[in-house]
């Protein structure tokens, strides 16, 4: 698979990579056999870049790509987690370097590594990506060698932006899809010019841009996409990017419409996210190892049309930028 070199940690990583949400929690039920059979598939497809996070199944994510990395050493795998939103009350406050060296050696022991390859502070409070202390503490991890690289997961294009003029963050990552196209405008070329990698998640808006939901399709209780349609338990942008269920099941028809032969739609929307400058990496997830396996094969996909890019185009300005552009 083709890699790119993910910013200022000079790490090359696969453009597909594996988001690991689904083996800790929120997305129905996935079992301990079928977690690591999803892990095996992604790699065996060439995918060398996994994005967990401390907070996925209380660390059950975690200790799921640890037990990978133990079994495959060789793999050449770079691993992101996150952290932060153990924090209670999750406020500005919160944010201490005391609080970092705990939550990153909680990571380091459910990875079984000494050196996390990169940390990103979870969506924090705004406020956060402004603070000289928090990134003063970020440097101080890199000092006492817990963690290699710093970087930053966002909900906003603003924060994106106060994030990118920081001199050591390494990568921000970000909303990015078919139906979030913002960060195409300012995000994307700031990074690319200050040597900054993208990751873009949430790349199939939920699995909205799979195709296979219609206006009937439920969910498990313990499925984000059930229980934070509005925002509930996290930014409602988590969940189908934002995107009205209805408005984006209509709009993912016209997306695939778009699909080439031989193609499936998610695999043409991730293809559409790994064609636009200055992304490093997109995480889909996979709740079955064939799902890992094909979103890996995206990556195969040749680049889209510019007939392709322009439906894709209008698909936005006229069903989907109205309830998502001006909100981040």
Known sequence: METRVLGRTGRDVS?????????????????????????????????TFLDT????????????????????PDAGLVVATKMG??????????????????WTDRSRENLGVDTLDLVQLHCPPTPVFSSDEVFDALDTLVEEKRIAAYGVSVE???????????????????ILN????????????????????????????????????????TFAENDHRTFNRHGEAF????????????????????????????????????R??????GVTTVIPGASRPDQARANAAAADLAPLTDEQQDALRRVYDERIREHVHGRW
């Open 15 to 47: 453009v597909v990579g594996l988001g690991c949400w689904q083996l800790g929690a929120d997305w129905g039920e996935v079992g301990e056999e079928q977690a690591m059979a999803i892990l095996d598939a992604a790699v065996d497809a060439g995918v």
């Open 53 to 72: 996070a401390d907070v996925y199944g209380d660390g059950r994510s975690e200790r799921f790509v640890g037990r990978l990395l133990a079994q495959r």
């Open 85 to 102: 939103r153990r924090a209670n009350p999750h406020v500005p406050e919160a944010f201490t370097l005391d609080a970092f060296r705990g």
């Open 156 to 174: 906003t294009v603003d924060e994106a932006l106060t994030a990118i003029a920081r001199p050591n963050v390494a990568s921000v990552q970000i």
């Open 178 to 217: 078919v139906f979030r196209r913002k960060p195409l405008e300012e995000v994307l070329p700031a990074a690319a010019e200050a040597g900054v990698g993208i990751i873009a998640r949430v790349p199939l808006a939920s699995g909205l841009l799979s195709g296979k939901y219609d206006e009937s399709t």
């Open 235 to 270: 930014d409602v942008g988590e969940t189908f990017a934002g995107v009205p269920y209805d408005v984006g099941v209509a709009a993912a028809r016209e997306v695939a419409a778009q699909t080439p032969e031989g193609a499936t739609t998610a695999q043409l929307a991730l």
């Open 272 to 277: 559409w996210i790994i064609d636009q400058p």
